[in-house]
């Protein structure tokens, strides 16, 4: 078990320029969540899939943001034309399924994005 | 909604002093109560948890008691360490569709020698 990994761990980019972070969960974790957070602030939820079913996106993903998990293991966030407030840690997170009370979340490392 | 609020930092103490950290919580159901550590420029790291009224969470020397009369869950350290330089977040996490976990804002903790 390797733990949840994240791929590119930083990421600098201009203004306007796409960009793109992928998410490995632990395996046989069906639930995969992405957060983000920035500096001096606490987590916040983006977005949530049940094997490859996104069931819950927070109104902070706009419409310049898409997630995926074509085949519910890997997930990827895409971020279109970035904006300065996008510059963030974008950490991605996996747990079981319910029927654990206190089924812990782990989270990979993060994926720092500053925009320039 | 559901909500943490955690004590304000920065919390500066010298090495072997008692941490105290509080934290709040406000939540519609019954929620699993967690503390996550991060330290400089890495991910959250589970530190210990509860998922019910009255359990103790502990790991590490840290500890953490569920009071669902107070909707607290305080974080405790009797003698802390220049290792446990740090930000400590509380969380809250109810039992959904989702189950998402709710962050509070954090707290950096800074341990003099």
Redesign the interface.
Known sequence: DTGVSQDPRHKITKRGQNVTFRCDPISEHN?L?WYRQTL??????LT?FQNEAQ??KSRLLSDRFSAERPKGSFSTLEIQRTEQGDSAMY?C?S?PS?GV??????????SWLTVV | GDS?TQMEGPVTLSEEAFLTINCTYTATGYP?L?W?VQYPG?????LL????ADDKGSNKGFEATYRKETTSFHLEKGSVQVSDSAVY?C?L?V?S??????????TRLSIRP
């Open positions: 639930r969540y001096g602030q606490g987590p916040e939820f949530y069931l819950e950490l997170a747990s319910s009370r206190g089924n812990t979340i782990y989270f990979g490392e993060g | 943490v699993s967690f996550y890495e991910g959250l790291q589970l948890k509860a998922t019910k977040f969380a996490r039992e569709s989702a189950s998402k976990i709710i962050f509070g804002s954090g």
